[in-house]
Structure formats: C-alpha cells, structure tokens
C-alpha cells in the first residue's frame, strides 16, 4: 500500500511516499525558516503565498524521489488541521485536487496524531499502547495511545506550549528565531543549575502543564540584571531556562506511564528534538525500566513522513474524506474514539 502524505500547516511544505504505513520511500521538506527569520516568527500571509507556490513541485519531487507514478499511489493523506488556515488550505487544496484528478481516495490527518506516528517510522516494531509526550509549537499534552488513531488525553498545557516558550524566551535573550533549536544550542556550554527557574506542580495531582510563570520568571531575571548591571550569561539562562521545561515534561510522562501501568514512552513534535529532552527522558525513565523511543530530528519537526504513516492507519481502518473535507484550524483530535477526553488536543 502506497500514500502520498501531504503536509503545509505551518511554514513547511512538505510530501512524502510512505509504503505499509512504515517505510519512508521519500520525504520531501522545503522549509520557510529564513523567509520568516527577519519577522522573528511565522507569518501566515506570506506562508501561505510560499505554500502556493512550493506545493506542487514538492510533491513531484516526492513521486519522484520514491520512484513512482501517481497511478500506483492507493491513497492521499494530507493534514487539515490544526494549523494556520490559509497554509492548512493549500496543501487540503492540493490534495484534493490530486485524489479528484487521479480519482484516488482522500484520508483528512490530525497534524499531531501525524507527529505522534513519526515514532512508528522510526521504530518500526512499535505498537500501540504507549505513552506519548507531544511537545510542539502549539502543543504539549500527554496522550495515552491506546491504539493507532486512538487517543485519550492525560495532561496538557494550561497556558503556553513548550516550543513557544522555547520560541519566547529565545527571542528575549536575542538569540532569534526558531527559538527551539538556538536554545538547544546555547544550553550545551551554559550551566543549567546556575539559575533557579520554576516548576509548576498542580495541588490536584493533574498531568497538566504551565510555562507562563516560567516565561515570566526569566523575563524578571533578565530585567534584574539589567537593571543592577549585572553581566547575563546567555548560555547559562538558555540551560537554566530549558533544564526547567525539560524537568516538568520528564516528571509528568513518567508519571503518567506510571498510573496507567505501561513501559513505553515516545516523545514527539519538535521540542522532541531538544537534546536534553531525550537525553533526560531516557535516562530517568529507563531507571524505572520504561524504554524511550524518539523520532530523528528530521521526523521530529514538520514533515509529511508522519502525515502519511498516520493517514495509512487512517486508510486501512476504512477511513475517507469527502471532496467537501475544510481546513479546521483549532481541530479537536478525534472525540467519538477518544474516551475520557479532557479537552481539545
Ligand atoms: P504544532 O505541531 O503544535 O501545530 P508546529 O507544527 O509549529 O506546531 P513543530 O514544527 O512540531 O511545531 O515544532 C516547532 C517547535 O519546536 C518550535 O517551537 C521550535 O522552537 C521547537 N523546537 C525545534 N527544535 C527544538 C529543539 N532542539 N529544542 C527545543 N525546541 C525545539
Ligand atoms: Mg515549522
Ligand atoms: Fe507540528
């Protein structure tokens, strides 16, 4: 079984052809960073101008790449949300156009369930249940994957995500955007104990997430410093700053592993990609013998990889979109199977 997995909800347009729902036969990513770098963030007008253009040569490249014909493609997946809504419509345009054109079927892909799939393409013997932290730009919950497209939520962010506290604070000591990466980068020749920084418990035992106070804890530092003429380390505060984000995600996932009694945990999305993330989540993890899967760095950020993997559990389960599927910015994942929700993931 072949997919051709599209992707354009952010600042990459991608396409991929995914064989068996596990293997990557192409993965193609054009990425928008340095157009948005000079704005110090995403901006979605001119994502979804670059979307127009980008989208069909990226997916030529990807039939091209993995050496195949749009006749022996048996489905397409593309996400269509949650994401920015005139980026998520270019690549949903595309889609359709394509399955309509080539009369193939058409499967609608939650974006985050597609970053919770890029595990299955990385670890190939991976099967439901596990439990899994997805950290993105606009997300951080833990998901207890009971099955493929089968979720229920345990915790989530009461405030800001992960990545975009990453994004903030990067952007307040002057390292730029995209925070995640240039934090990341910092930290490894800072201190991560040389400033005290919080970590949010709720009294009720809840898996949730804060980094507001966190945001708001650093932002006080850098302004005590500067008031007092103190010199600021920039690598000690990007460590400090990131070993704070990174304890509470660890702490929590394993928690939850815990209470629901399962030893695997996979992380996800782009702060996945965090060094210390992955270095830390093994090893405090594996203490309690849970075994910790991640994706490669490539199949952490965007990519349509992991739109197609999750568009072919997706497929073989006897799901199809209509040419009337929309782009939903703001997309639930999937209520009528996830039980138990605690809200929109
Ligand atoms: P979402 O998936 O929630 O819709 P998104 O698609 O914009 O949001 P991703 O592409 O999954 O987000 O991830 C991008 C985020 O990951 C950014 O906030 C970026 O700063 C963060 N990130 C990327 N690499 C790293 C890293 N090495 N360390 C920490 N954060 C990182
Ligand atoms: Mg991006
Ligand atoms: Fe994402």
Avoid: W
């Avoid at 091209?64 to 949650?82: C, Q, R």
């Avoid at 815990?258 to 270095?279: E, F, H």
């Avoid at 929309?326 to 994942?333: M, Q, R, W």
């Amino acid at each position: 079984t072949l997919i051709l997995g599209i992707e354009s909800s952010c600042d990459e347009t991608a396409a991929s052809v995914i064989k068996n729902g596990r293997y990557i036969m192409s993965n193609v990513i054009s990425s928008q960073i340095d157009l948005h770098k000079k704005y110090g963030g995403v901006v979605p007008e001119i994502a979804s101008r670059k979307h127009v253009e980008l989208i069909m040569p990226v997916v030529h490249q990807a039939l091209e790449e993995a050496g195949v014909s749009l006749k022996e493609i048996d489905a397409i997946g593309v996400t269509y949300g949650p994401g920015l809504v005139g980026a998520l419509l270019v690549g949903l345009t595309a889609a359709k156009a394509i399955a309509f054109a080539a009369n193939k079927p058409l499967v609608g892909v939650h974006h985050i369930e597609g970053h919770i799939a890029a595990n299955y393409l990385q670890e190939p013997e991976l099967e439901p249940p596990f439990i899994c932290l997805v950290a993105s730009g606009g997300h951080s919950h833990i998901v207890h994957v009971k099955g493929y497209g089968e979720f229920e939520i345990l915790g989530q962010t009461r405030d800001d995500a992960a990545g975009e506290a990453f994004d903030k604070i990067s952007r307040a000591i002057g390292l730029g955007y995209p925070g995640g990466p240039l934090i990341d980068k910092n930290a490894l020749i800072g201190n991560s104990k040389a400033i005290q920084f919080p970590r949010v418990t709720f009294e009720d035992g809840s898996l949730d997430f804060s980094f507001s106070g966190l945001k708001t804890a650093v932002l006080n530092y850098l302004n005590r410093m500067e008031q007092t003429g103190e010199q600021i380390s920039i690598p000690d505060v990007a460590a400090s700053f990131q070993q704070a984000v990174v304890d509470v995600l660890v702490r929590n996932t394993i928690t939850a592993a815990k209470m629901k009694n399962i030893d695997k945990i996979a992380i996800a999305g782009g702060v996945a990609a965090n060094t210390q993330l992955r270095k830390d989540m093994k090893e405090k993890a594996e203490k309690q013998g849970i075994k910790v899967m991640y994706p490669g760095l490539i199949l952490c950020t965007d990519n349509a990889a992991m739109i197609g993997c999750a568009a072919y559990y997706e497929f073989i389960n006897g799901k199809r979109a209509g040419m009337d599927l929309n782009a939903v910015p703001g997309l639930k994942l999937s209520t009528s199977i996830s039980k138990n929700n605690n809200g929109p993931l």
